[in-house]
């Protein structure tokens, strides 16, 4: 089992739709959790943090968090194709400052 | 600078040479973190340093590969007698403060293949 799980997609959504990601994570003492977005080709961009649960909202994006599930998601609202692009899930476990990715959902907005 | 400053952005080596690939952190960021991401992959973990103290190397998959920060600032992530399953991109990235907390910023990162 890794530790930190996504589905790879592609996850196609309508333009104005919103967007579900999920994330499962393996390690319960897992205590901070990031949201990437990557275009091809470019470097991963930080978009949403989360450490406790319950819902955190920026923007059109929101986090949440389930700790007793070990599982955490990210909500795009009124998707845009600019959207489009591989979204990771990383999870600080323990005390390590590393973090563990997942492999990424690559999310797809149709015109 | 504004971000996370990595060269070359690409580099290009024959199977056995060595190379050197560069990260400047962002400025007063402590921790320094090292990634390899291949291709279809998420970022694989490599090695973290806090301030110019290694901390983690646990992520480094040979003797081959070396990192280091002696100042604080920049690092250089040095892989010895390259091998084709090198073929990657390293990313790196920074982050305010050290612990489990601190976001992590990354560079563009350096695409490496090894012919």
């Known amino acids: 089992q890794k530790e930190v799980e996504q589905n790879s997609g592609p996850l196609s959504v309508p333009e104005g739709a919103i967007a579900s990601l999920n994330c499962t994570y393996s390690?319960?003492?897992?205590?901070?959790f990031f949201w990437y977005r990557q275009y091809s080709g470019k470097s991963p961009e930080l978009i949403m943090s989360?450490?406790?649960?319950g819902d955190k909202e920026d923007g059109r994006f929101t986090a949440q968090l389930n700790k007793a599930s070990q599982y955490v998601s990210l909500l795009i609202r009124d998707s845009q194709p600019s959207d489009s692009a591989t979204y990771l899930c990383?999870?600080?476990?323990?005390?390590?400052?590393?973090?563990?990715f997942g492999t990424g959902t690559r999310l797809q907005v149709t015109l | 600078g504004a971000g996370v400053s990595q060269s070359p952005r690409y580099k290009v080596a024959k199977r056995g040479q060595d190379v050197a690939l560069r990260c400047d952190p962002i400025?007063?960021?402590?921790?320094l973190f090292w990634y390899q991401q291949a291709l279809g992959q998420g970022p694989e973990f490599l090695t973290y340093?806090?301030?110019?103290?290694?901390?983690?190397k646990s992520g480094l998959p040979s003797d081959r590969f070396f990192a280091e920060r002696p100042e604080g600032s920049v690092s250089t992530l040095k892989i010895q007698r390259t091998q084709q399953e090198d073929s990657a991109v390293y990313l790196c990235?920074?982050?305010?403060?050290?612990?489990?907390?601190?976001?992590?910023?990354f560079g563009d990162g350096t695409r490496l293949s090894i012919l």
């Open positions: 340093f806090q301030n110019e103290a290694q901390l983690d």
């Open positions: 400025s007063g960021h402590v921790s």
């Open positions: 390690d319960r003492v897992s205590q901070s």
């Open positions: 990383a999870v600080n476990q323990g005390t390590a400052s590393k973090l563990t």
């Open positions: 989360i450490y406790s649960n």
């Open positions: 990235a920074s982050s305010l403060a050290g612990g489990t907390s601190g976001s992590q910023h």
